[in-house]
Nanobody
Framework: VQLQASGGGLVQAGGSLRLSCTAS????????MAWFRQAPGREREFVAA????????YYADAVKGRFTISRDNAKNTVYLQMNYLKPEDTAVYYC???????????????????WGQGTQVTVSS
């Protein structure tokens, strides 16, 4: 499985960006797709996840109410709509995927086998 992330950029605080992650797998039954981020000098952290079958979504507390994760079946793509961005959202954002997760482990970086390249998001104050 290959993941291709895009959509990062520079935006002012309060603005919006939409990240995309397109996957090459033929079928996503039972897959979780997620976004993580890593700010300079910090560990990579969970942002949001989407359970392909059923459409359940999961968010980190820091982004709940501002970010929305969604999918486009036809394009094998997961989106991360980021609204009301803050300077502390500045980070490299990575998409990740795995087919063997359970809900209790979706926030754990080590549980994902497939990763896309990062895309830089910079929020200016």
């Amino acid at each position: 499985v290959q993941l291709q992330a895009s959509g990062g950029g520079l935006v002012q605080a309060g603005g919006s960006l939409r990240l995309s992650c397109t996957a090459s797998a033929r079928s996503f039954s039972r897959w979780f797709m997620a976004w993580f981020r890593q700010a300079p000098g910090r560990e990579r952290e969970f942002v949001a996840a989407y359970k392909w079958t059923g459409g359940s979504t999961y968010y980190a507390d820091a982004v709940k109410g501002r970010f929305t994760i969604s999918r486009d079946n036809a394009k094998n793509t997961v989106y991360l709509q980021m609204n009301y961005l803050k300077p502390e959202d500045t980070a490299v954002y990575y998409c990740a995927a795995d087919s063997r997760l359970i809900s209790s482990s979706i926030r754990m970086e080590s549980e994902y086998d497939y990763w896309g390249q990062g895309t830089q998001v910079t929020v200016s104050s």
